[in-house]
């Protein structure tokens, strides 16, 4: 047994002996803090400080070399947390904006049907495109209104712009309108030249995106831009009602039997359009004032012409 | 809502790891290891305690083991009461043996203004170290026993083993 071994089982035995002496060790080395007569210098703590100062920057650099990559990772998750947010919201936010621009573009439009004055002195409905064909024969849209709403087959369907077409079937709670470009589609029409100088006609749609006009008499001066209106003589569309403009005429070139009229109301992007609830017995009754006022004109025709040939 | 942090950081202020960690060897029933490490952790926490007095610490951390060691050398039986009570008696000890010192070198401290900041230093510390003693005590004893149920298993082996 060596002589440390030794000195370990005693102090393991009695290890008052070794208190003492640390104590007393401590105590030695607690008076080397200060120095006589200089109460605020302690060498001892100088020369500790120096020779700790080294080890304690290599510790506090380590230590806050830690805390900033630590702090660092947690503010990039943070920050990784913050960005999804902002992204989920953005896309809320963007979802928000596109339905309030949508609600503000349908409120536009059915303010200016309502606001049209040549839809004034009709009693409508309006009503939203919820289906359009899809088979390029047949030109027609399904509204969200029906026979609920007051809607029956024939009425015109109608945007602030112009003639959409008319009604051609009828649920509760939707409605079939066969547009004016439709084949199947005709109506009569008349260029609105002057009040006394109309060219009648009869309107064709030709599934495309301009319809044809046939005149009954050959026209003697056509312009393009020139309006087409309903003439009310098909007993489905009452008189007046705007379908489109005179397009593709050659100015230079003889005027043709049939010209093509482009459509006023915007066909292809169609969302809100109004019925008017125009019973089927009103449009006789305009059909039959217009018949007669037709006859009651070739009749006062007629008599100034005898008066011409007796003079 | 900062409250919260400031207090748990005052409350941690007051635990002194390298007391329970003495406090803890001393209770391994072996005084040497004890008192030197008592006096290595005090010469260490002084070093690095720059404006403190070299020395106080290691002082009041030997002491500290002394009395750890010396109930354990009376209690046979290690359960918590009786670390707590190595804890409890190594924490005061600790605490006013440093403030005596400070005291002592005339050191301006707010723990030294009065009685009873004196008194409220000593509870503070007590009770933080005993707080901590637990999940610092069951931290290491998974470190230095975690091969004791190996250790027995292989001796109740050796002790079934038929002999050849």
Request: net charge positive.
């Given at each position: ?23 007393i060790l401590h105590l030695i080395l607690i008076s080397l803090n200060r120095v006589p007569g200089q109460p605020n210098v302690r060498y001892l703590q100088i020369v500790m400080m120096a020779g700790a100062t080294p080890l304690q920057w290599v510790a506090s650099h380590g230590v806050s070399s830690i805390k900033s990559v630590w702090t ?105 309108v066969l547009l004016v470009t439709d084949e199947r589609h005709g109506a009569g029409a008349v260029v609105a030249q002057t009040a006394d100088n109309r060219l009648l006609g009869f309107l064709k749609g030709k599934n495309q995106e301009l319809c044809e006009l046939r005149f009954v008499a050959t026209p003697g001066k056509l312009e393009n ?87 | ?164």
């Amino acid at each position: 047994m060596s002589l440390t071994d030794k000195a370990k089982d005693r102090a393991k035995k009695n290890p008052r002996l070794l208190l003492v002496v640390l104590v007393i060790l401590h105590l030695i080395l607690i008076s080397l803090n200060r120095v006589p007569g200089q109460p605020n210098v302690r060498y001892l703590q100088i020369v500790m400080m120096a020779g700790a100062t080294p080890l304690q920057w290599v510790a506090s650099h380590g230590v806050s070399s830690i805390k900033s990559v630590w702090t660092g990772y947690f503010d990039l998750r943070g920050a990784k947390r913050e960005n999804e947010w902002l992204k989920t919201r953005n896309s809320q936010l963007e979802t928000q904006l596109i339905e309030l621009r949508e609600k503000a573009r349908l409120f536009e439009q059915l303010n200016a049907l309502n606001q049209s004055p040549a839809l004034s002195s009709y009693r409508r409905v309006n009503a939203m495109v919820i289906a359009r064909d899809a088979d390029q024969w047949f030109d027609t849209v399904v509204i969200d209104r029906g026979s609920l709403s007051g809607i029956m087959k024939d009425q015109p369907v109608v945007t602030a712009d112009g003639l959409v077409g008319r009604v051609i079937n009828v649920s509760p709670i939707s409605s079939r309108v066969l547009l004016v470009t439709d084949e199947r589609h005709g109506a009569g029409a008349v260029v609105a030249q002057t009040a006394d100088n109309r060219l009648l006609g009869f309107l064709k749609g030709k599934n495309q995106e301009l319809c044809e006009l046939r005149f009954v008499a050959t026209p003697g001066k056509l312009e393009n831009g020139e309006q087409v209106i309903t003439s009310g003589q098909d007993q489905i569309y009452p008189k007046g009602l705007l379908i489109g403009r005179i397009k593709n005429l050659n100015p230079s070139g003889a005027i043709p039997q049939a010209v093509d009229v482009e459509p006023a109301a915007t066909l292809q992007k169609l969302e809100t359009v109004a019925v008017l609830l125009i019973p089927p017995e009103e449009v006789r009754r305009q059909y039959d004032e217009l018949i007669k006022a037709e006859k009651e004109k070739e009749k006062e025709r007629q008599d100034k012409t005898p008066d011409r040939k007796r003079r | 809502m900062q409250q919260v942090p400031v207090s748990a950081g005052r409350w941690l202020g007051h635990i002194n790891w390298l007391l329970l960690v003495v406090v803890y060897i001393g209770l391994q029933r072996d005084p040497v290891k004890a008192l030197l490490t008592a006096v290595f952790a005090g010469i260490f926490y002084d070093a690095f305690s720059l404006g403190r007095v070299i020395g106080v610490n290691g002082l009041a951390l030997v002491l500290a083991a002394y009395v750890a060691d010396r109930i354990a050398a009376m209690i046979m039986v290690d359960n918590l009461i009786f670390r707590f009570l190595a804890v409890a008696a190594g924490s005061v000890i600790n605490t006013v043996v440093r403030l005596f010192f400070y005291g002592l070198l005339k050191l301006e401290l707010p723990a030294l203004a009065s009685g009873r900041d004196i008194a409220a230093t000593i509870i503070f510390d007590l009770f933080a170290n005993l707080f901590a003693s637990v999940l610092l005590y069951i931290a290491l004893d998974r470190v230095f026993n975690k091969d004791e149920g190996q250790k027995v298993r292989r001796m109740e082996a050796r002790r079934l083993r038929p002999r050849l």
